[in-house]
């Protein structure tokens, strides 16, 4: 089945650390996104990649890194200068092909806690 | 730069009445639209989505939603709702380059909670 795999779904962090939330994509496509989402806040774009090797700073990029080192891996790093972590990470991918329009389809999540 | 407002946080409804969930969006061009849905502790699920055309947009599990121009708004409705659908609904705004084309950084509306009695 194609589709959008995160992991862990469950990840529980100590001030001070920092994590790493795996995303993988095996529908083929350019690009993907991850996205945080906090209770009445909808969803907030983090970073975004739309080729391999290269990805752009979102709303809220400050605390996070990333990398795009295959097309269908796209891992966010949380790390320790990020205040408020806590909160359920979605890793979204789409086709990203220009002259089309374009879908996002998302992964099953990831919910963070720090300790 | 595109925003979306949902000006219901929550809506209650009784099983087999209709639905009507309510999306304004700000965009200087024509957007792009979706409605996502979301079941607690899962990711989004896509319901429909307007890219032009017919501006009354057919989706899965029996929901439309209708582009009005004039309004900036970009409505969900079902004529008979099910217990099945009670989850939270996002919807969300898409930019286009100066193309037209879509790329895809969206902007999310703050989701409206559905619950349904029987």
């Known amino acids: 089945d194609g589709g959008i795999t995160q992991s862990p779904k469950y990840l529980f962090r100590k001030e001070g650390q920092n994590v790493t939330l795996s995303c993988e994509q095996n529908l083929n496509h350019d690009a993907m996104y991850w996205y945080r989402q906090d209770p009445g806040q909808g969803l907030r774009l983090i970073y975004y990649?739309?080729?391999?090797?290269?990805?752009q700073k979102g709303d809220i990029a400050e605390g996070y890194s990333v990398s795009r080192e295959k097309k269908e891996s796209f891992p966010l790093t949380v790390t320790s200068a990020q205040k408020n972590p806590t909160a359920f990470y979605l890793c979204?991918?789409?086709?990203?092909?220009?002259?089309?329009?374009?879908?996002?389809?998302f992964g099953p999540g990831t919910r963070l806690t720090v300790l | 730069a595109q925003s979306v407002t949902q000006p219901d946080i929550h809506i209650t409804v009784s099983e087999g009445a209709s639905l009507e969930l309510r999306c304004n969006y700000s965009y200087g061009a024509t957007p792009y639209l979706f409605w996502y849905v979301q079941s607690p502790g899962q990711g989004l699920q896509l319901l429909l989505k307007y890219f032009s055309g017919d501006t009354l947009v057919q989706g899965i599990k029996g929901f439309e939603a209708e582009f009005k121009r004039s309004q900036s708004s970009f409505n969900l409705r079902k004529p008979s709702v099910h217990w099945s659908d009670a989850a939270e609904y996002f919807c969300a705004v898409g930019a286009r380059d100066a193309g037209g084309t879509s790329y895809g950084k969206l902007t999310f509306g703050q989701g409206t909670i559905l619950t349904v009695h029987p």
């Open positions: 979204a991918s789409s086709t990203g092909t220009s002259g089309s329009s374009d879908t996002q389809y």
């Open positions: 990649s739309q080729i391999v090797n290269d990805f």
